[in-house]
């Protein structure tokens, strides 16, 4: 079933860089990580972020429209902070969600081109995505803010690739408080092992 959950955002995406929707967007996250990095954890949703200032409600309407256009919508809203556009799968495959930042990730260096490959789908996409040393920065943030293990499973693969991880002093103590909370149950149900 991830395969096959893998293979339809490879699809989504190369349905984004036909519709000329990827250009103003920069791929980050768990699936990020997993389609262009080979991280070996699934993710299920798809994370991005403006590349610069881009006219928000403009461009719902159009992913909207050719969301609706090509794919059975689940979801889609023009919040606050994002956009959010949820496809309905093929049968028996979780929904996919795009959700879409309304922040930039315009600094200098934070992205770079990247291909993202699945060996569950036959083509690669080019993509926009953040620098490794970006998501490292990025996953710190997320783990002490939300407290996921799957930030702290993140942060131990960039540490593997060799990502230094920059932390202030109370960065630090709040990571470490955070890897101390996580219950037997953390590892079973919510990274699978």
């Known amino acids: 079933m991830l395969q096959k959950h893998e293979s339809f955002q490879m699809s989504v995406l190369k349905w984004l860089k036909a519709k000329k929707l990827l250009n103003f967007l920069v791929f980050g996250g768990g699936t ?8 070996p954890r699934y993710s299920l949703d798809m994370d991005f972020w403006f590349l610069h200032k881009t006219g928000y409600d403009e461009y719902y309407r159009r992913i909207e429209s050719a969301a609706y256009e090509d794919y059975t919508v689940t979801d889609s809203k023009n919040k606050f902070y994002s956009i ?10 979780p929904k996919v969600k795009i959700e879409i930042r309304k922040a ?12 993202a490959f699945s060996p569950h789908f036959s083509m690669q996409v080019l993509v926009r995505g ?5 998501m ?3 996953k710190v943030l997320a783990l002490i803010e939300r407290g996921e293990i799957r930030d702290a499973f993140d942060l131990e693969f960039l ?3 060799r990502i230094v991880i920059a932390v202030s002093t109370e ?5 470490i408080q955070r890897l101390g909370g ?3 149950r953390d590892f079973d149900v919510k990274l699978g092992r």
């Open 130 to 134: 953040f620098t490794l040393d970006q």
């Open 159 to 161: 540490a593997r690739k």
């Open 171 to 175: 960065e630090k103590e709040k990571i």
């Open 104 to 115: 930039f990730a315009s600094s200098p260096g934070s992205s770079e081109e990247k291909i």
């Open 182 to 184: 996580f219950k037997k």
């Open 84 to 93: 959010v556009i949820e496809i309905k799968a093929p049968e028996g495959v």
């Open 32 to 39: 990020m990580l997993r389609l262009c990095h080979e991280l």
């Open 136 to 138: 490292m920065r990025n």
